[in-house]
Each structure stands twice: as C-alpha cells, then as structure tokens.
C-alpha cells in the first residue's frame, strides 16, 4: 500500500515539474512557426519580446558557396530549441493580434531565457525600436558578442542584421523617399 501511495505521489510532482507554471503556457512542438521569432497556436500569433529573426528570403553565402535562405536557418534552429528545451511563456505585451512573450526553456535542469539561447547562438538579433535602439539591452550585449565569436550565422560573411534591411525598406516606403 505504501509503495502504491509513493508512486502515485511520484507522479503527480513528476506531471507538476512538466506545466507551465501558473501565468505561462507551453511552447509545443507543432505550433505553425512563421519566422525565427513568430508562431502562431489556437489561432492567435505570438512573438518573442526583443528578437528579431533573420528575414526569410535574405540570404547568406554558406562555406560552401552555397547561398542559404537566412530566414529559414532562424526558424529550424527556434524549432530545435522548441523540440530540445521544452520553453513556457508569458505574456508580456500586446499590440493588435500580436502577443509579445518572455519564454525560458529547460538546459540540463537549468532555465534559460529563449531569446538570449536564440540571440547568443548567432541565429537571431536583438530587435531595434523605430529609433535604432535595442528593445531590450541586455540582447544587444549577448548579440555583440555572439558576433565577436562568429557564433551561428555570425560565421558568415554576408549576413545582415534584419534591421539594416527593415530600415532601408521603411525609409523607401517614406513618402518622397528617393527623391
């Protein structure tokens, strides 16, 4: 009777230790991912607070000479930190049917923020506000030194930080931009 009770007991915790903890929910597996730092799950789309993803259909030129879609590479390497860390998130903001998140995942028993695991992997930046400022600060630091060790996509030469890209494509769409 006594070992029946510990095993029940056993795996009510061990299915605790597994939810989200009150005010968070899990990032499965399956979820529809967009980009490197957007997803979308019961219908509502949701992206972590101060990344930014590497734009798909940018590229970069691989060791091999083979150009690569760099907004693919951030997306597989979110799946895979999806898959490997089991992340919970919270809300942290809303802007229209955007939901901005915090999230951490399990490392070797340890909670790690998604986005710094994203960002100092060199496969996503730290996301600028309007002004070219870093949403969150402390990203801005992991991802300069993700760059000084060429960490992920940071190996290659050609890649751009999406915001080089974002910012000429919202000055062109300036009205009398280019003349």
């Known amino acids: 009777m006594k070992r029946t009770a510990v095993a029940v007991l056993a795996g009510l915790f061990a299915t605790a230790v597994h939810t989200a903890p009150q005010g968070y929910f899990d990032l499965r597996q399956g979820v529809a991912l967009e980009t490197g730092d957007t997803w979308i799950a019961?219908?509502?789309?949701?992206?972590?607070?101060?990344?930014q993803s590497c734009l798909r259909g940018t590229s970069y030129t691989d060791k091999g000479g083979v150009a690569r879609d760099c907004g693919e590479a951030s997306l597989a390497v979110l799946a895979a930190f999806i898959r490997d860390t089991a992340p919970v998130c919270a809300p942290v903001a809303e802007a229209g049917q955007l939901t901005?998140?915090?999230?951490?995942?399990?490392?070797?028993?340890n909670r790690m923020d998604l986005a710094v695991l994203l960002i100092a992997s060199g496969f996503a930046f730290a996301a600028l506000d309007t002004s070219g400022l870093p949403v969150h600060p402390e990203y801005a630091v992991i991802e300069q030194d993700a760059r000084a060790r060429h960490a992920g996509l940071w190996q290659f030469d050609d890649v751009q930080h999406p915001a080089i890209l974002l910012s000429k494509n919202a000055h062109a769409r300036k009205p009398g931009a280019g003349q």
């Open 42 to 51: 019961d219908g509502r789309t949701y992206r972590l607070y101060g990344v």
């Open 100 to 109: 901005y998140v915090a999230c951490y995942g399990s490392v070797v028993g």
